[in-house]
């Protein structure tokens, strides 16, 4: 590109840029909660979850067809995504949608839509 100009300090821009914030602890909240729903199995846990309020771990091993552990591991990431919140009942661990950042993650991706 050629700018022509004497005294230029750098290539000109052909539309302004609108200046966006640097990252904050909610985008990159966001981007935590994207990335655990990138899965289609988390996906689906999720949607299970809240389809029925509050699922036992025991329930969704036979569901899903999955082994324990596998179940267990994309719940962790669902829950360290701040998704879904768990609680230890006796030997099983039920789990609930966390639906404010559900919808915290829904209301960052409108916006970019506006």
């Not at 022509?4 to 640097?22: F, M, N, R």
């Not at 299970?48 to 091993?61: F, L, T, Y």
């Not at 661990?93 to 950042?101: C, L, S, T, Y």
Request: net charge positive.
């Amino acid at each position: 590109m050629v700018t022509g100009l004497k005294g230029d300090t750098g290539p000109s821009l052909c539309c302004p840029v609108t200046e966006i914030a640097p990252e904050s602890k909610e985008l990159a909240g966001t981007a935590t909660a994207f990335k655990a729903l990138a899965d289609p199995t988390r996906l689906r846990l999720l949607k299970a979850i809240a389809h029925v309020q509050e699922a036992c771990e025991c329930n969704m091993v036979p569901e899903f067809g999955l082994t324990q552990p596998t179940i267990s591991y994309h719940l962790k990431v669902l829950r360290q995504a701040g998704l879904i919140v768990s609680e230890r009942r006796g030997q099983w661990v039920w789990h609930r949608i966390n639906r404010r950042a559900v919808l915290n993650a829904a209301r960052d991706l409108t916006e970019l839509a506006e």
